[in-house]
C-alpha cells in the first residue's frame, strides 16, 4: 500500500512541476492536423509541437531507451520511442499509441478561454489539445518511468506519437511498414486517446466507429443571378442539396437510409450498452451543452449509446457558396457545398460505404444540376478482440486501486483509424483502450479541457496494467 501510496504520489508531482507547464505551452501552438492547415509545413507549427513533446520525453527517457523524430519525405513526422524491457516474456512487445495533431479552432469558446490559450481552473486544463491528445506521451512515459522507480518488471515498449490522426492517420500506414522491424511483434497496445462516461472509474472501449467525410458540391449556375429573376425558373442549389441530403438520412429522425453502413450489432454489445446505460443513466445525454428544453432523439438509454457506437450519423461540418450574413443580398447563389461527415459503425467495410455513398448522391441529379461528391477519408471502425482474462482482471484491480470503482466498457462514437490497422497486422495483440474524454470535456468542440485527476489515475492505471503483462 506504501508504494502505491508514494507512487501516486511521485505521478501527481510529475504532473505538476512538468506535464501541466510543458501542456500549457503545447496548448499554445495552433498544429492544426494537415487536413485543416494543409500548408502545415511552411507554417512550422507542427514542426515546433514535436520538438516541445520530443524534447520533453528526451529528457524522461528510461535507461537504454531511445527516441527519434522519423520523417518519411514530405509526411507529418512521427515521435518513436524505444525502451527496453525490465520483464515479461522474450519477444513481447507494447506499443502506446498517441497523438499530436489537433483539431481546428471552432467557435463557442466562454469568455476568458480559447483553443490556444491554456487556462488552468482548478482541476481542468483549458485549451485546444491538452485532452485529445496532447497528454497521452507524458503519460505514457510517466506510467513507464514510475515502475521503473520502483523496480516493478515491464516488458519492452514503443511509443508512437503520430502527427496526422485528426486528418485520418494517412501518413502512418507508410510509418508503421517503415518502422515494422523495429515495432516487432505487438502482445499489447496500449492507447490514451479514447473517451470514458465519467470520472469516477475507468473505461475501456470496445469499439470505435469508422469515419468517410466528403465535400458534396451542388451546381446549376455558372453565376449568381438576382433572387427575382431566377427564383421559379431555375432551381436554387440549396434546395437540391436538400433533396440529396433526404437521400443520405431521413430528416425527421437522423436515420440513415444506406443498407451498406450498417452492421449486425454483436449481442455482447447490447449488453454492455444496457450495462452502460445503467451506470450512467442520463449522462448518455445530459452530458451536452443542451439548450434548454431540447432532448434526445429518443428516451430509450440503451438505444442512444448504440446509435453513437453501432450506428452511422451524419453531421455537417462546413459550408462553402454562402456569403455571410451581414453581406447577403438578394441572390439565387450559383453552388452550395457542404462538408459531410459519417460515421460509420464497426465491421462496415469504409471504401464500400464510401462508394455507397458517393454512388446515391451523384445518380440522377435533380433538374441536371452539376453534382460531384468528393472524398479522400475513409476509416475503419474497430472491434475489440476477446479480451484476456489477465487484461480484465488488471483494468478491474487498476480502477478499484486509482478509482476506487470497478472498471467498465462501452464503445465509443468516434474513430482512431490506426486501431483497426493495428488490429489487422497485429491479430494476437490485446487492446487497453482509454482516455480523457468524459463529460463536458468537448473535444473538437469550444472549451476543450483536461480533466487532471483523471490524467493521474490513468497513468498509474497505464502503469499497472503493464506490470500484469510483464507478469503473465
Ligand atoms: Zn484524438
Known sequence: MANTDKRTQWVEEQFEQSIVPTLVDYIKIPNKSAMFDPDWKKNGHMDKAVDLLAGWARKQLPDGATLEVVRLGDRTPVIFMDIPGTGGRKGETVMLYGHLDKQPEMTGWRDGLGPWTPVLDGDKLYGRGGADDGYAIFASLTAINSMRRDKIPHARCVVLIEACEESGSYDLPAYIEHLAPRIGDLSLVVCLDSGCANYDQLWSTTSLRGLVIGTLEVSLLTEGVHSGDGTGVIAASERVMRILLDRLDESTNGKVKLKELYTKIPKDRVKQAKRTAKVIGKDVY????????????????????????????????????????????????????????????????????????????????????????????????????????????ALDAASKKHFGKPAMYMGEGGTIPFMYMLGEKFPRAQFCITGVLGPGSNAHGPNEFLHLPTARKLTLCVADVLAAHAQQ
Do not use: C, H
Not at 476509416?379 to 478482440?385: H, I, K, L, Q, V
Open 286 to 393: 445530459a452530458k451536452f451543452p443542451t439548450q434548454p428544453g431540447v432532448k434526445p432523439v429518443t428516451k430509450d438509454l440503451t438505444e442512444l449509446i448504440l446509435n453513437r457506437t453501432w450506428r452511422p450519423g451524419l453531421a455537417i461540418t462546413g459550408a462553402d457558396g454562402w456569403p455571410a450574413i451581414g453581406n447577403a443580398g438578394n441572390v439565387l447563389r450559383p453552388s452550395t457545398t457542404l462538408k459531410l461527415s459519417m460515421r460509420i459503425p464497426p465491421r462496415v467495410d469504409p471504401k464500400k460505404a464510401q462508394a455507397a455513398v458517393k454512388k446515391v448522391l451523384e445518380k440522377d441529379p435533380p433538374y441536371g444540376a452539376k453534382v460531384t461528391f468528393t472524398s479522400a477519408t475513409a476509416s475503419a471502425g474497430w472491434d475489440a478482440p476477446e479480451m484476456a482474462d489477465w487484461l480484465g482482471d
